[in-house]
């Protein structure tokens, strides 16, 4: 699909080798780049490449100038191996939200706790959210709800939430306009959805970054690029792109 949206729109497409969904990076726009370990480092994405092997190739093929490796991501995301956009959010460059629990008996405690650590011994301001609601799927598995999943679009931020907890919902919602000024929370029902990350992964997956016309299409994702600071600039551009292709798709265009 991505390839023919890049062919569609006429971008010019560069094919990386190494596996990378949009999920498993975030950026700060200033050449800074967070993933974890259990994720990049997992023998279902790149068996062949070690860590120093996929750092240097996140660096030369995004631009970024640092990459920050945290341990892991959530104990009950099964789905993703750890994606970093369920636990960690650059508020502005250098400031991160990130996932944490204050209940000691947690799953998530000691990992979160590290993952502090080592944010902090990077120099980036950890600002802790510790609000995460658990649901049982149709199927009886219990799984966790990462408000940090959201997506940030022109004025907006798109948020899973547990649709069970209204309170906490609530509040979530109105912490995350407090942190982004400008952009009104919108809440999405993660039990209606595939898998309670979607929200954000779907369409970093789909649109990627998109700056100067350029693209780069992992094997399994595909994400837009700029030039010096690759994929850490504004999202808005993403909703942009999307704008671009409802336009197309309304005017009798096809993809």
């Known amino acids: 699909i991505s390839s023919r949206i890049l062919d ?7 094919i990386e080798p190494m596996v990378l969904e949009g999920g498993s990076i975030a950026v700060d726009g200033e050449g800074l780049l967070v993933t974890t370990e259990q994720c990049l480092l997992n023998p279902n994405r790149n068996p062949d490449l070690d ?7 996140l660096c030369r093929a995004l631009g970024v100038e640092r990459v920050v490796w945290l341990e892991k991501g959530l104990v009950e995301d099964a789905d993703t191996d750890g ?15 990130l996932q944490t629990v204050n209940d000691r008996t947690d799953p998530n405690y000691e990992g979160s706790r590290e993952n502090v650590r080592r944010l902090e011994a990077a120099g980036i301001e950890v600002v802790e959210w ?7 799927r149709e199927d009886g598995e219990p799984v966790v709800v990462p408000y940090m999943n959201f997506y940030v679009a022109n004025g907006a931020l798109i948020v899973p939430v547990s649709g069970t907890d209204p309170d906490m919902d609530r509040e979530a919602l109105l912490r995350l306009e407090g942190l982004y000024p400008g952009r009104e929370a919108v809440g999405v029902d993660a039990r209606f959805c595939q898998n309670a990350s979607a929200v954000h992964t779907s369409p970093t997956m789909m ?4 700056t100067n016309g350029r693209a780069q299409l992992w094997r399994g994702a595909c994400s837009f690029t700029g030039t010096v600071v690759g994929a850490g600039s504004a999202r808005s551009r993403e909703m942009r792109f999307l704008a671009r292709i409802e336009s197309s798709l309304s005017r009798g265009g096809t993809l």
């Open 8 to 14: 569609h729109l006429d971008v010019e497409r560069f």
């Open 83 to 97: 994606h970093v956009d369920n636990i960690c959010a650059f508020l502005e460059p250098g400031r991160v939200l």
């Open 207 to 210: 649109a990627g970054k998109l």
């Open 51 to 57: 860590r120093h092997t996929i750092d240097a190739e």
């Open 130 to 136: 510790e609000l995460l609601p658990r649901i049982t």
